[in-house]
């Protein structure tokens, strides 16, 4: 779907869509417990529905309806050969390969498409190495194609800590369901930190408790604990607001759109909250000052944080952001490469980005999705502040996390038209 976004101004309430990284936790915890649980979550998308295919196939029985997801757990192991399609959700594929691993008899093939294939599993190789776990990965540029067989076994787990914090959280999600107690120890500090946190914070709701010491980098997981569906038996468990996806509409109100921004828990674990901080040092720190922010524990947020220090006068540095190049997208790349195609002046280093502020965007140009449902929310905000409308092919990349996110936009008076279908 090709879209023309036009040079608007915006104002009212945005009630910002459901955390994809709760929902993606509570419904395996869920699908983990016993008997029949619900969650609360207003706003399917994607990844998501990846999350609830990879439950149902491990043997959980999951019926939506009125924004309420009904789970009945998971009973006895999976005797046959299955296969689990993530989509082209990392998490659902990160956290799943575990938990699969202490359910399933036979052979469990992950596939996928997008750059998913290319998402990296070294640390969960290794594993498998060390416990004979057998795994065939015909994985690449075409899609994801793995297969694993085994049973994962307790174990003193050791992981880097700056890779991607979903392999922490995978064997967070699987260790209460092994024999014997494991231990996590990461020999690097853990980036991206506050998605162990959600993870840790959702497992806890559940009745499943995991201790995490910081001195040593080591997490303890006792065996044999059952997730607990019984508090969420009547009352639904609610998934909290995405505060990844209330990052445009800050950034938009900081633009100088008229934005009241609804729907997120200002005590959040989610660390993505910390773009209202970051916006407020691009307000307050002098043009006259370089301003360097550190986005090493939320790159989700870069994409539309990069946005506001396009505008900034003066110059801004965003450092520790190499874990951009393996998401959908090369991200690094798209944001400096589409906001310069709009008229900022950005240039791209191997991890980080340097802004030399402009006064304003021309626009007038025609930007691809780079198939990354962060960068089309990104360019449609941009064009609301740029000088002539911005054509934005494969504007349906939104589906991932946000379907919602035109009509929400034109809600609050955005304006755009849709050009036509791509073939």
Same mark, same amino acid.
């Given at each position: 779907?090709?879209?023309?976004?036009? %040079?608007?101004?915006?104002?009212?309430?945005?009630?910002? %869509?459901?955390?994809?990284?709760?929902? $993606?936790?509570?419904?395996?915890?869920?699908?983990?417990?016993?008997?029949?649980? #619900?969650?609360?979550? *207003?706003?399917?998308?994607?990844?998501?529905?990846?999350?609830?295919?990879?439950?149902? !196939?491990?043997?959980?029985?999951? #019926?939506?309806?009125?924004?309420?997801?009904?789970?009945?757990?998971?009973?006895?192991?999976?005797?046959?050969?299955?296969?689990?399609?993530?989509?082209?959700?990392?998490?659902?594929?990160?956290?799943?390969? %575990?938990?699969?691993?202490? =359910?399933?008899?036979?052979?469990?093939? &992950?596939?996928?498409?997008?750059?998913?294939?290319?998402?990296?599993?070294?640390?969960? &190789?290794?594993? &498998?190495?060390?416990?004979?776990?057998?795994?065939?990965?015909?994985?690449?540029?075409?899609?994801?194609?793995?297969?694993?067989?085994?049973?994962?076994? !307790?174990?003193?787990?050791?992981?880097?800590?700056?890779?991607?914090?979903?392999?922490?959280?995978?064997?967070?999600?699987?260790?209460?369901?092994?024999?014997?107690?494991?231990?996590?120890?990461?020999?690097?500090?853990?980036?991206?930190?506050?998605?162990?946190?959600?993870?840790?914070?959702?497992?806890?709701?559940?009745?499943? @408790?995991?201790?995490?010491?910081?001195?040593?980098?080591?997490?303890?997981?006792?065996?044999?604990?059952?997730?607990?569906?019984?508090?969420?038996?009547?009352?639904?468990?609610?998934?909290?607001?995405?505060?990844?996806?209330? !990052?445009? &509409?800050? @950034?938009?109100? !900081?633009?100088? $759109?008229?934005?009241?921004?609804?729907?997120?828990?200002?005590?959040?674990?989610?660390?993505?909250? @910390?773009?209202?901080?970051?916006?407020?040092?691009?307000?307050?720190?002098?043009?006259?000052?370089?301003?360097?922010?550190?986005?090493?524990?939320?790159?989700?947020?870069?994409?539309?944080?990069?946005? *506001?220090?396009?505008?900034?006068?003066?110059?801004? $540095?965003?450092?520790?952001?190499?874990?951009?190049?393996?998401?959908?997208?090369?991200?690094?790349?798209?944001?400096?490469?589409?906001?310069?195609?709009?008229?900022?002046?950005?240039?791209?280093?191997?991890?980080?980005?340097?802004?030399?502020?402009?006064?304003?965007?021309?626009?007038?140009?025609? =930007?691809?999705?780079? $198939?990354?449902?962060?960068?089309?929310?990104?360019? *449609?905000?941009?064009?609301?502040?740029?000088?002539?409308?911005?054509?934005?092919?494969?504007?349906?990349? @939104?589906?991932?996390?946000?379907?919602?996110?035109?009509?929400?936009?034109?809600?609050?008076?955005?304006?755009?038209?849709?050009?036509?279908?791509?073939?």
């Amino acid at each position: 779907m090709k879209v023309k976004v036009y %040079p608007c101004k915006l104002s009212g309430t945005a009630v910002v %869509p459901a955390s994809k990284s709760y929902a $993606h936790r509570a419904l395996i915890c869920a699908a983990l417990a016993d008997g029949e649980s #619900k969650v609360e979550c *207003a706003d399917m998308n994607d990844d998501i529905r990846a999350t609830i295919r990879a439950v149902t !196939a491990l043997g959980a029985k999951v #019926k939506y309806s009125e924004g309420i997801l009904t789970v009945n757990g998971i009973t006895g192991r999976v005797k046959e050969d299955i296969v689990i399609d993530c989509g082209e959700s990392g998490s659902t594929l990160r956290f799943i390969i %575990p938990v699969a691993l202490t =359910l399933c008899d036979g052979y469990v093939r &992950f596939v996928g498409g997008g750059k998913l294939g290319e998402r990296p599993l070294g640390e969960y &190789f290794s594993v &498998f190495d060390s416990q004979g776990i057998y795994y065939r990965n015909n994985s690449g540029k075409d899609g994801l194609d793995l297969t694993v067989r085994g049973d994962l076994i !307790a174990d003193d787990f050791e992981l880097e800590g700056n890779i991607s914090s979903q392999f922490v959280s995978g064997l967070l999600l699987a260790a209460p369901g092994l024999a014997y107690d494991s231990t996590i120890t990461l020999s690097k500090p853990l980036e991206s930190k506050d998605y162990v946190r959600i993870t840790m914070d959702v497992m806890g709701r559940y009745g499943v @408790v995991a201790y995490y010491d910081s001195g040593a980098r080591k997490f303890t997981v006792y065996g044999g604990q059952k997730f607990n569906s019984a508090p969420y038996s009547e009352q639904a468990y609610k998934v909290e607001g995405d505060w990844s996806q209330a !990052a445009f &509409f800050y @950034v938009a109100r !900081a633009l100088g $759109h008229d934005i009241d921004v609804k729907g997120v828990n200002g005590m959040s674990v989610q660390g993505d909250k @910390v773009v209202a901080d970051m916006l407020g040092m691009v307000k307050a720190v002098a043009p006259g000052r370089m301003l360097t922010l550190d986005v090493k524990n939320v790159p989700d947020i870069v994409p539309a944080l990069s946005l *506001a220090c396009a505008l900034r006068k003066g110059g801004t $540095h965003i450092v520790n952001a190499g874990r951009l190049r393996i998401k959908e997208c090369d991200r690094l790349h798209a944001t400096a490469e589409g906001l310069n195609a709009l008229g900022a002046r950005v240039k791209e280093g191997k991890d980080d980005m340097f802004f030399d502020g402009v006064d304003g965007l021309k626009g007038g140009v025609q =930007l691809p999705d780079y $198939h990354d449902h962060r960068m089309v929310m990104t360019f *449609a905000i941009a064009a609301t502040v740029c000088e002539n409308p911005v054509i934005i092919t494969g504007a349906e990349s @939104v589906s991932k996390s946000y379907p919602a996110f035109f009509n929400d936009f034109e809600k609050l008076g955005g304006k755009y038209e849709i050009l036509g279908s791509e073939v």
